[in-house]
């Protein structure tokens, strides 16, 4: 069983950063790819992909959304990743959730078997 726990979330300015972590519980999260989703507050908006990184953290994929703005990353142990998020806009604003999966990296939620609880980032205009 793999439990991941995100934190770093929070309130930041338009144009502003800020970098969210997970850190996972098992040492076989070494194999484990994974990613990281955002659900908005509003009414009816569904999980959507963010980014991903392979488990040896040399693959990696962004939405659209994000790409040149946020960049993720692997710890030296892999059983921590990093979303660094740059140029924040305040369409940002959603909770952040950590994802994991075994094999390789998927865009897909429904392809993710362990999530964490969820941290919320804020971007005021």
């Known amino acids: 069983q793999v439990q991941l726990v995100e934190s770093g979330g929070g309130l930041v300015q338009a144009g502003g950063s800020l970098r969210v972590s997970c850190a996972a519980s098992?040492?076989?999260?070494?194999?484990?790819?994974m990613g990281w989703f955002r659900q908005a507050p509003a009414p009816g908006k569904e999980r959507e992909f963010v980014?991903?990184?392979?488990?040896?953290?040399?693959?990696?994929r962004f939405a659209d959304s994000v790409k040149g703005r946020f960049t993720i990353s692997r710890g030296n142990g892999k059983n921590t990743m990093y979303l660094q998020m740059n140029s924040l806009k305040p369409e940002d604003t959603a909770v952040y959730y950590c994802?994991?999966?075994?094999?390789?990296?998927?865009?897909?939620?429904?392809?993710?078997?362990?999530w964490g609880q969820g941290t919320q980032v804020t971007v005021s205009s």
């Open positions: 994802a994991a999966r075994p094999g390789g990296i998927a865009v897909v939620s429904g392809l993710y078997d362990y």
């Open positions: 098992a040492r076989t999260f070494l194999i484990y790819a």
């Open positions: 980014a991903a990184v392979s488990w040896s953290g040399d693959s990696t």
